[in-house]
Nanobody
Framework: QLQLVESGGDLVQPGGSLRLSCAASGLIFDYYAIGWFRQVPGKEREGVSCISRSGGRTNYADSVKGRFTISRDNAKNTVYLQMSSLKPEDTAVYYC???????????????????WGQGTQVTVSS
């Protein structure tokens, strides 16, 4: 089974930047599209971004388009989420997960994802 571990969360001021990492172990990493999701207590989990198995296709939530960039390095079994121009409303626990449908593209449908990591806290505050 694929295991995912997130890192890189921190406290940052509005307008700042952070890079999150999602490191994978277990099965063959490049079989899976990978997604980033976030959740605030009391709210539903929200899809943030996903990247296809090859890295050639990406999707973003409207709320982060133009500010976040997802990428992957299959040689390092790692997916990154570069976050810029951060806003207080980006504050959440960020999770990565693997698309278990083995589709070639990526779709931000959390029902398709599994092997969730433990999450990393991102707090945007002055």
């Amino acid at each position: 089974q694929l295991q995912l571990v997130e890192s890189g969360g921190d406290l940052v001021q509005p307008g700042g930047s952070l890079r999150l990492s999602c490191a994978a172990s277990g099965l063959i990493f490049d079989y899976y599209a990978i997604g980033w999701f976030r959740q605030v207590p009391g709210k539903e989990r929200e899809g943030v971004s996903c990247i296809s198995r090859s890295g050639g296709r990406t999707n973003y939530a409207d709320s982060v388009k133009g500010r976040f960039t997802i990428s992957r390095d299959n040689a390092k079994n790692t997916v990154y989420l570069q976050m810029s121009s951060l806003k207080p409303e980006d504050t959440a626990v960020y999770y990565c997960a693997a698309d278990l449908t083995f589709r070639r593209d990526c779709v931000l449908d959390s029902n398709s994802f599994g092997s969730w990591g433990q999450g990393t806290q991102v707090t945007v505050s002055s």
